[in-house]
């Protein structure tokens, strides 16, 4: 796996649902893995961040965006997920990366497929954007893994 041109072997890469009409996209979407060490107690655990870095193509500043990030299944089905936002706005044309949330999804590739896409937007005239419900979403998640493979 690669990164800007360094490889980093911790680093799982998912792929994003495109949402167009939220005017928000994922750029980037992947599962960061590290060993933290606690030289208190000589422990060292693997901490798993599932990061992604979204982007506003609209000319209208983002107030917020949130994003799901999930494990689906072969079948496009979601596994488990969990539901993340910007904790801040994006500036028109902007990008934001939020911080990586911990936890969440430790697997191989024949598991499943992280996968991430934006739920809801609230711009800052006011207009607002939301997703198809998630039990909806199984054949967008078909389509954008069949394209990434």
């Not at 796996?1 to 980037?28: F, K, N, Q, Y």
Request: hydrophobic letters at 40%; charged letters at 20%; one cysteine or more.
């Amino acid at each position: 796996m690669t990164l800007m041109g360094v490889s980093h072997p911790g680093r799982i890469d998912g792929v994003a649902i495109p949402m167009p009409l939220s005017r928000v996209e994922i750029t980037e979407i992947y599962q960061w893995q590290r060993l933290r060490t606690d030289y208190t107690t000589h422990l060292t655990e693997l901490l798993l961040e599932n990061c992604v870095v979204l982007r506003n193509l609209s000319s209208e500043p983002v107030v917020r965006a949130e994003f799901v990030l999930a494990l689906a299944g072969k079948d496009g089905k979601v596994l488990d997920s969990f539901t993340a936002d910007t904790k801040r706005g994006i500036a028109a044309n902007g990008t934001a990366s939020p911080p990586c949330v911990f936890g969440g999804y430790g697997f191989s590739r024949h598991d499943g497929t992280l996968v991430g896409w934006v739920t809801s937007v609230s711009y800052a005239d006011g207009t607002s954007w939301r997703a198809p419900a998630p039990e909806q979403m199984t054949p967008f998640i078909l389509d954008a893994i069949s394209k990434h493979e």
